[in-house]
């Protein structure tokens, strides 16, 4: 039996992070937040609600909140704006140690509702392998609107993801119902929870997690394991908790 080199791994987190306000929108956490994604020591992080920055947001203003969070730490970002009410503006982002190569915020709103979309970076990964591509999803709330929003999302990959390339798609799905997985499943989508434990991770409410709703998909990557997070401090630090994982993406030469 040939014995092949170990795989290179790179850690993942994605968490929503509710504009950077606590469970109840009574205190401003972003700091702490700050600390404990920090903590985590991930090499690609996916964020959703995050402020983007314009408008004036009182004692509460930190700037670009993705910006505020990625300082000194993680080089690279991208931000795509979702919705824009009374002058102040909110998205997902992608804070990153490898270099964007480029980005694109798809709009896969539905007429009508609220604004969502899908944010799709490509990232540089060292000693000439191929591109990374990663896309960040904040889905809508009725199910209908996240079949329209899954099919927009298996187009994006059909259309601008090599074949060969490695790609990580993570964020809050809403998908209290789990319909999600059979969606993706042919684009050659995979979840790194439901293939390790057999479901996704709890993440909804994070006080008293029930709802599974945040999650990693993977295709075209060595191996993926979830990694556990604490409850503290996150179970004071959004109402959602994060989901993380270790991805072996290349071989060792």
Request: proline share 8%; with cysteine; hydrophobic share 40%.
């Amino acid at each position: 039996m040939i014995a092949h080199p170990p795989s290179r791994s790179l850690r993942v987190l994605t968490v929503n992070i509710h504009k950077g306000y606590d469970v109840f929108n009574s205190r401003f956490v972003l700091h702490g937040l700050r600390e404990a994604v920090r903590a985590v020591q991930s090499d690609v992080v996916f964020l959703q609600e995050v402020d983007g920055g314009t408008g004036k947001r009182g004692a509460a203003d930190v700037g670009a909140q993705y910006e505020f969070l990625a300082d000194a730490i993680w080089p690279d970002h991208a931000y795509g704006r979702n919705a824009v009410a009374e002058g102040l503006d909110h998205g997902n982002a992608v804070l990153s140690r490898f270099p964007v190569l480029r980005s694109h915020n798809h709009d896969i709103s539905l007429p009508d509702v609220e604004p969502r979309g899908l944010l799709h970076c490509e990232l540089a990964l060292p000693d000439g392998l191929p591109a990374l591509h990663v896309m960040c999803v904040h889905l809508g709330l009725r199910e209908s609107h996240r079949r329209h929003q899954l099919a927009r999302l298996c187009e994006t990959v059909q259309q601008e993801v090599p074949a060969h390339a490695p790609l990580v798609v993570a964020g809050d799905f809403n998908d209290w119902r789990s319909r999600a997985d059979a969606l993706l499943a042919p684009s050659g989508l995979h979840e790194v929870f439901r293939q390790a434990h057999g479901q996704h991770a709890r993440s909804f409410p994070a006080r008293w997690p029930l709802l599974r709703l945040d999650r990693i998909y993977v295709r075209g990557v060595m191996g993926a394991r979830p990694l556990p997070m604490p409850r503290q401090p996150w179970a004071q630090l959004s109402d959602h908790a994060p989901v993380a994982a270790e991805i072996d993406v290349w071989r060792a030469p």
